[in-house]
């Protein structure tokens, strides 16, 4: 499991962008999102650098 703090995810489409960017990236992945503390956790197989970078590019750069 790995999480991320992402100040920028502030509403509903932040967090379906985040979410689509995160399957984009492992299409086997789970997401769970916690809009109210911007963290989102992720159970995946994927390096975590490369999540971020997908996040990143985006424009959700995790904390």
Known sequence: MIEFQIPDMT???????VSS???????????T???AQ?????????EKSALVEALTEA?????
């Open 11 to 17: 509403c509903g489409h932040c967090a379906s962008m």
């Open 38 to 46: 911007h963290k989102v956790s992720v159970q995946t197989t994927e």
């Open 33 to 35: 999102i916690d809009l």
């Open 59 to 63: 424009g959700y750069p995790p904390a």
């Open 21 to 31: 960017t995160l399957a984009l990236a492992d299409p086997d992945c789970k997401v």
